[in-house]
């Protein structure tokens, strides 16, 4: 009896959100994947399999080229192995990296959602302001802040979210623009819910596609401002290792030991490519309008 | 159309203004504050810096003290250097165009080039050469500008010794050749990333203009594929690059401030760099306000040139 009644069985894709699909068979983001999470492994795993410590000194091994005396990527003007600050200074960028993006996406999402969802005055003061924030060269206004303050890592990713949390304002203001005035955001307002329920449970979980894209493009452009501002000197200081400050001597020894310019250079490269290669991804992933492009 | 130039000509000021109040903000919140490199030489005493402060008008509310600051600019006044008290309007004078130079021809280099790969990646949309050119965009705007720049100098300058390392000219030789040198490195490292993002955009633009009916037409009168290419897309598909050359005005000016201190070219970046090392606030001022006051005219004349151009903008 019950046999005859149940339907064919349909079969189930493996991993049932789509967006999650289409991201999983894109192949750039896969390889940005793939170099994240190798550099990641590399920054975490790689100090443990490293002969050197990354403070240890060697000052009869200075200069040392690649592959030699044991250090895979030669040695800097003290004789400490480069490997081994690379990878020290890896975990310090991406920290920043990450917290950036914690802290730029949460502004920029509150920032947008209430601009987007009030509208009116509160709206225009709001994205005037972003727009006076976008108006200054972000190296310049992110100087500015550095060379005043005690830069430490912290600090630094702080000053890096304020002057990256625009873009993730202006993004979610028009998401949110555009939602407002739907059925759900309605029937939200005729249950009587508050004004806090339906921008942070109704109106954000819905734009959440373009926040998570956004978000992991900052990560990408956080790296790059850290690596400016620690090459020029105004960043994270030494001795903390990051990619940017181990730069910031490179250039004076590009003659005679062009390593220390090349190797960490190409650390942030692939750091940020693969970011970036990710960010593409989830852009297409999350927008089935851009598969014709 | 008159109409529609003066109200953004208004929301531009008003801009200004915000972006002022801002930029004093920052400087003068930050801890420490302009009296800090007092507090470091030895012997000072508490008094002496608190004399230094009234003698400045630095104890005053900061309220105070900005709307005197913006009323001096207002009349040209932008006050005077710490560093070797020359007005800071003149300090920054001369340094305004080696920056403008250099900007100038990474922007005309990386138009001219991200254009063209941006149209054939449209006209030749998904094949072998689009796709690469995707990719290679998207690694370029990875790319740290200062590192590409090293790179550059151990290549052209160090191995090849094509290209001179750095400065905008030899002591002793004024000639445009002397010049053309200095400024070919420097001005192909900072147009690298603009090059992507033209490419990208022009590519977009250009596929919007393809599908409309004024293409078609075009085809269909029988003129030849590079006459519609010529007059009829390229054209077009310029328009809103206009705005975006406006939008990248931040981008290039701050990519401008690394790429000068890499070559040490003498230019605004360079005095940034300089003055905030020297604690030199009425010129780290100064110069905050010129790069934002440069980006919004940039915008201010992108918009107005698109108006000109496409009169219905202005009817919005």
Known sequence: MTAATTTPPVRQPFIKSRALRRFLSHKLAMIGLFMVLGLTFACFVGPYLLPYDELYIDLRARFAPPGTGGHIFGTDPLGRDLAARLFHAGQISMAVGFAVMVIATTVGSVVGVVSGYYGGKISAVLMRVVDAFLSFPSVFLLLALAAFIQPGPVMIAVIISATSWMEVARIVEAEVKSLRNQDFVQAAHMLGLSGRWIMFRELLPNAIGPIIVAASLTVARAILLEAYISFLGYGIQPPLPSWGNLLNGAQQYLGSAPWLAIVPGLAITIAVTGFNFIGDGLRDAFDSRAQGQ | ?316
Not at chain 2, 101 to 119: D, K, N, P, R
Not at chain 2, 127 to 134: E, K, N, Q, R
Not at chain 2, 142 to 158: D, E, K, R, V
């Open chain 2, 1 to 316: 159309m008159l109409r529609y130039i003066l109200s953004r000509f208004g929301q531009s000021l008003l801009l200004l203004l915000i972006v002022s109040f801002i930029g004093f903000a920052v400087l003068n919140l930050a801890p420490g504050g302009p009296l800090s490199q007092f507090a470091l030489s030895p012997g000072m005493t508490q008094e002496q810096i608190d004399k230094i402060a009234a003698q400045m008008g630095l104890d005053r509310p900061l309220i105070v003290q900005y709307f005197d600051w913006l009323q001096h600019m207002l009349v040209g006044d932008w006050g005077t250097s710490y560093r070797d008290g020359q007005p800071v309007l003149h300090v920054i004078e001369s340094h305004l165009f080696a920056t403008l130079l250099l900007m100038g021809t990474a922007t005309s280099i990386s138009i001219t080039l991200g254009s063209t790969i941006g149209i054939f990646s449209a006209l030749r949309r998904r094949s072998v050469f689009d796709y690469a050119m995707t990719v290679a965009s998207m690694v370029a705007l990875s790319i740290p500008t200062f590192w590409f720049g090293l790179i550059a100098i151990y290549i052209f300058a160090l191995n090849l010794g094509w290209l001179p390392a750095g400065n905008m000219y030899t002591v002793g030789d004024g000639s445009v050749l002397n010049y053309l040198k200095h400024l070919i490195m420097p001005a192909c490292v900072l147009a690298l990333v603009d090059v992507a993002v033209w490419s990208r955009y022009m590519r977009t633009s250009t596929l919007n203009v393809i599908n409309q009916d004024f293409v078609r037409t075009a085809r269909a009168k029988g003129l030849t594929r590079r006459r519609v290419l010529f007059k009829h897309i390229v054209g077009n598909s310029l328009v809103p690059m206009i705005t975006l050359a406006g939008l990248q005005l931040p981008m290039v000016l701050g990519g401008a401030l690394v790429t000068e201190t890499v070559f040490t070219w003498p230019g605004m970046g360079r005095l940034f760099l300089d003055s905030l090392g020297y604690s030199d606030y009425p010129v780290v001022m100064g110069l905050l306000m010129a790069s934002a006051m440069l980006v919004l005219i940039g915008n201010l004349a992108a918009d107005i040139a698109v108006a000109l151009i496409d009169p219905r903008i202005a009817l919005e």
